[in-house]
Nanobody, 125 residues
């Protein structure tokens, strides 16, 4: 079983940047598809970005395309979400997720069995 711990959230002004990290333990992430999701108060958890561990293909929600970048570091067993040109509407708790399907890109919350505890991102206007 894999354990996920997110970090890197915080308060930033609109137009700024943050980099979120998702460190895994218990299993090597080379056997997992990975995703980032976010949940704002009163809203459902929504897809942000995903990466297929095999080959490194990526997919983004339209709302973050061109601003966010998902990447991985095999040696550190860590997945990152670089967030640039942040907007107030990006404010949410951000979660990383893992599923042992390394050849797939998964965008639905129900497709993932393993989740981190979340990290708060707040973008002020």
């Amino acid at each position: 079983q894999v354990q996920l711990v997110e970090s890197g959230g915080g308060l930033v002004q609109a137009g700024g940047s943050l980099r979120l990290s998702c460190a895994a333990s218990g299993r090597t992430l080379s056997n997992y598809a990975m995703g980032w999701f976010r949940q704002a108060p009163g809203k459902e958890r929504q897809f942000v970005a995903a990466i297929r561990w095999s080959g490194g293909s990526t997919l983004y929600a339209d709302s973050v395309k061109g601003r966010f970048i998902i990447s991985r570091d095999n040696a550190k067993n860590t997945v990152y979400l670089q967030m640039n040109t942040l907007k107030p509407e990006d404010t949410a708790v951000y979660y990383c997720a893992a599923q042992p399907k390394p050849r797939e890109i998964l965008v639905r919350t129900g497709s993932y069995d393993y989740w981190g505890q979340g990290t708060q991102v707040t973008v002020s206007s």
